[in-house]
């Protein structure tokens, strides 16, 4: 009896373990954030997953999910990824080519259907995340399961995504909504303005 309790304990507690994101985290420890961002993509990319050739971690997202979870990521070429982030892998997180990711950004897969009265928190589901090309997330949004960015799209600093963003549109808020449509062609002014 008391065997059996503690083999179920041990694969309750330890079995989300990932040896390779841990042997990845030694790897790049003894750099501070903002140095090193290229050695932690090759970290990750020697570890077996897909990260695009030019991309940088400024910092290593807090990486969670069950069983394999190097098939659920893909991360395009040239993005730029800050510190602080936290990504659930539960189910397929795609990143396109040049996204710049804000510091501490949230990628959210899994979620629970909603249960009876004994419990509202039911059945775990995970949904696909998808960012476009080009897009930008910034400072501390989330982004909930199942969502789109689309391409060239930017998301608000703590801007709470709840459904999908249409392709170069700027959005905001809790819950996010469009603010205004943005020029599909070249930039359009200085970071920080007022919409």
């Known amino acids: 009896m008391a065997v059996s309790a503690l083999k179920r304990l041990w694969g309750d507690e330890l079995g989300p373990l990932q040896p390779r994101l841990l042997l990845v985290q030694l790897l790049v420890a003894p750099f501070p954030p ?6 932690r993509a090759l ?7 897909s990260i695009g050739q030019g991309t940088l971690f400024w910092g290593l997202p807090a990486i969670c999910g069950e069983g394999d979870l190097r098939p659920r990521l893909c991360v395009g070429s040239h993005v ?7 990504w ?6 795609t990143i ?16 629970h ?9 039911g059945p775990f ?8 090309v080009g897009a930008w997330l910034g400072a501390r949004c989330t982004l909930l399961p199942g969502v789109t960015v689309g391409e060239g799209a930017i ?6 995504v709840t459904c999908d963003v249409p392709p170069h549109t700027l959005v905001a808020g809790v819950p996010a909504r469009v603010i205004r449509a943005l020029d599909p062609g070249l930039g359009e002014g200085l970071p920080g303005e007022a919409c």
Not at 34 to 39: E, P, W
Not at 43 to 49: S, Y
Not at 80 to 86: A, S
Request: glycine share 20%.
């Open 34 to 39: 903002y140095t090193g961002g290229r050695m």
């Open 43 to 49: 970290a990750l990319r020697l570890a077996g997953f």
């Open 80 to 86: 730029w990824i800050n510190v602080g982030g936290f």
């Open 88 to 93: 659930d892998l539960g189910a397929m997180v």
């Open 96 to 111: 396109g080519d040049r996204v710049a990711i804000g510091q501490q950004v949230m990628i959210l897969t899994g979620t």
């Open 113 to 121: 259907q909603v249960g009876g009265a004994e419990r509202r928190a």
């Open 125 to 132: 589901v995970a949904r696909p995340v998808r960012i476009g």
């Open 155 to 160: 998301v608000a600093a703590g801007a709470v």
